[in-house]
């Protein structure tokens, strides 16, 4: 008979198999690291995570994670307003920051289109996009998503609704392998694929 965990170990196992790209072996390698610290590193985590849930929200604006109604970057009058980078989640809009070369503000559709897993435009912040293209004066919209099937159904349909509103479009080059992450890029890859954007 095969030995498997159970009570409290087996309900942390699969507490973090839920997690996005955690598997079995990986989710095992945590609990056990959990069970390996003490106390008070426990207490850290625990408050860590709670400081999260309580005090990150989202931008008002363009959807980016906050401590306050407007991210660091619309709060930045710096910025080029005329500019939006339309990107899956936050932590690709992180990537392009780290290029240094966008100064433009960005919008966070909050995922991509993606049928297979049953994620349609009705769940993204397409609206919110759409709605800001009708308020601010815009001159450029830059798609930035991860180069596979889910990114360019994603641009394909944007495009179409953006198109008739006569606000260049364009994307990011592909110096991004095919199937890649945008925030596994390092900056000089993201960079070359930012200055040599298509226009769509």
Known sequence: MMYSYSGPLAKLINEFTKMPGIGPKSAQRLAFYILSIDKESVKDLLEAIDQVKKNIKFCSRCFNISLNDLCDVCANTARETDKICVVAESKDLIAMERTNLYKGTYHVLGGVISPINGIGPEA?????????????????????????????????????????????????????????????????????????????
């Open 124 to 200: 993204l912040r397409v609206a919110e996009l759409m709605r800001r293209l009708q308020k601010e004066e815009i001159s450029e919209i830059i798609f930035a998503f991860n180069p596979n099937v889910e990114g360019e159904a994603t641009i394909l349909y944007l495009s179409s609704l953006i198109k008739p509103l006569n606000i260049k479009v364009s994307r990011i080059a592909y110096g991004l392998p095919v199937g890649s992450d945008m925030d596994y890029a390092d900056e000089n890859t993201l960079s070359k694929s930012f200055e040599g954007r298509i226009n769509l």
